[in-house]
T-cell receptor
Framework: KAGVTQTPRYLIKTRGQQVTLSCSPI?????VSWYQQTPGQGLQFLFE???????NKGNFPGRFSGRQFSNSRSEMNVSTLELGDSALYLC??????????????FGPGTRLTVT | AQKVTQAQTEISVVEKEDVTLDCVYE???????LFWYKQPPSGELVFLIR??????QNEISGRYSWNFQKSTSSFNFTITASQVVDSAVYFC?????????????FGKGITLSVRP
């Protein structure tokens, strides 16, 4: 099976701009989660989507948003970029069912640099 | 609130040494899941193992072994006969039970350097 894919891999944006990152989960996985990784804060949960619905959200401002499509692919958007948004953004997919929590498989990440 | 503490920040060993990475967690849930992930320099998080809170059986997989102790809220990871390719950042993570909650809470990570 193909793994989780993320595009683009690298991105440079200017403060104030907006950006959209894309994630394609492993085939058959319906849950997609997004994480932000920075040297200072480490790995932090952004949000999770399952069957096109946001099921869980981390403690991030409203500038961070996401969505999931019917084929389970997901996008996240960051508006009005700030320097502090520079980070590695990781997408993970999981075979989530009922009350069980399965392991999440991560993509290679999108390295976002805000100048 | 759930929390994962990895007190060790950096560990350096010589190839073939055994090394243990410590992880202590906090959660109010009685059912939860623990994970270890490895992040090599390429940046992609690689899943290593998942444990359920109701299964304290320890596991060995090749050179890797895990020690889960509910009494001390610890989930330690040991690499036997370390190799240079084991050099990476290792993360311990916790998620609470429930189909509506797959959020992973990560520790800060331990940078392992294995020298030839």
């Amino acid at each position: 099976k193909a793994g989780v894919t993320q595009t683009p891999r690298y991105l440079i944006k200017t403060r104030g701009q907006q950006v959209t990152l894309s994630c394609s989960p492993i085939s058959g996985h319906r849950s997609v989660s997004w994480y932000q990784q920075t040297p200072g804060q480490g790995l932090q949960f952004l949000f999770e989507y399952f069957s096109e619905t946001q099921r869980n959200k981390g403690n991030f401002p409203g500038r961070f948003s996401g969505r999931q499509f019917s084929n389970s692919r997901s996008e996240m958007n960051v508006s009005t970029l700030e320097l502090g948004d520079s980070a590695l953004y990781l997408c993970a997919s999981s075979l989530l069912s009922g009350r069980l929590s399965y392991e999440q498989y991560f993509g290679p990440g999108t390295r976002l640099t805000v100048t | 609130a759930q929390k994962v503490t990895q007190a060790q920040t950096e560990i350096s060993v010589v190839e073939k040494e055994d090394v243990t990475l410590d992880c202590v967690y906090e959660t109010r849930d009685t059912t939860y899941y623990l994970f270890w992930y490895k992040q090599p320099p390429s940046g992609e998080l690689v899943f290593l193992i998942r444990r359920n809170s109701f299964d304290e059986q320890n596991e060995i997989s090749g050179r890797y072994s895990w020690n889960f102790q509910k009494s001390t809220s610890s989930f330690n990871f040991t690499i036997t006969a370390s190799q240079v390719v084991d050099s990476a950042v290792y993360f311990c993570a916790l998620s609470e039970a429930g189909g509506a909650n797959s959020k992973l809470t990560f520790g800060k990570g331990i940078t392992l350097s294995v020298r030839p």
